[in-house]
C-alpha cells in the first residue's frame, strides 16, 4: 500500500513537471476567446487531452518501436508554436462553434505531440500498474487546468509573454527533435553541441516568423486604409 502510494505521488508530480508547456499551449489556444468561451475551452481541451493521455500513456510500449514519432511530432509542434503566435483578436469575433471547436482542437492536438515523453517517463515508472498510471494521471488535472488559467490571466495583463510562451513551445519541439532515436542515430550522436542548439535556434525561429507574419499583416493592413 506504501509502494503504490508513492508511485502514485511520484507519477504525479512528473505529470505536474512535463507539464508546463501544455499550461502554455492551453492558455495560448484560448488566450483571444469570450471569457465564457474561455473556460469551456481550458476544461473540455485539458480533460480530451489528458484523456487522450491516459490512453497514449497505456500504450506507451507499443510507442517505443515506431521511428520518427518524436521528429514528427515536433514539426507539428513547431508549426503549432507560430500558429498560435500569429492567430489575432479577430477569432473573437468568429462564430462560437468554430471558433470553440478550434480551441480545443489546437490544445488536443499540441497536448498530444508534447505528452511523448510524459508518457513514456509515467509508463516507464509505473511499472505495469495501470490504476495508479490512471489516479496519477487523472488527479493531476485541476493542477493542470489552474496552471494553465494562472497564465492566461498573465497573457492578457503582458501581451509580451505572448512571445515568451511561443518561444517555450518552438523550445519543445526542438527538445523532442533532438530526442528521437533516428535523428540521434543519423547525425546528432557525432554532434553534441546540435543538442543545445537545435531547441534554441527552433525557439528564436518561431518568435522571428511569428514576428514576421505580424508584421505583413500589418503593413498589408496599412496599405490597404491608404
Known sequence: MI??????????????????????????????????????????????????????????VSLLDIPYIQAGGSILLFWIAIKLLTDDDSHANVKEASTLGKAIWTIIVADFVMSLDNVLAIAAKGNGNNTVIILGIGLSIP????????????????PILVLLGAGILGYTAGEMFVKDEKMIDWFLHDYEFLHVWIPIVASALVIMIGLSVKWLRLLQLKTRNE
Open 3 to 60: 509502494d503504490a502510494l508513492i508511485l502514485f505521488l511520484q507519477i504525479m508530480l512528473i505529470n505536474i513537471v512535463l507539464s508546463g508547456d501544455n499550461a502554455v499551449v492551453i492558455a495560448l489556444a484560448s488566450k483571444n476567446l469570450p471569457l465564457e468561451q474561455r473556460k469551456l475551452a481550458v476544461w473540455w481541451g485539458a480533460f480530451g487531452a489528458i484523456a487522450l493521455r491516459l490512453v497514449l500513456t497505456l500504450v506507451a
Open 143 to 158: 493542477i493542470i487546468i489552474w496552471g494553465s488559467t494562472l497564465v492566461m490571466n498573465l497573457l492578457h495583463k503582458y
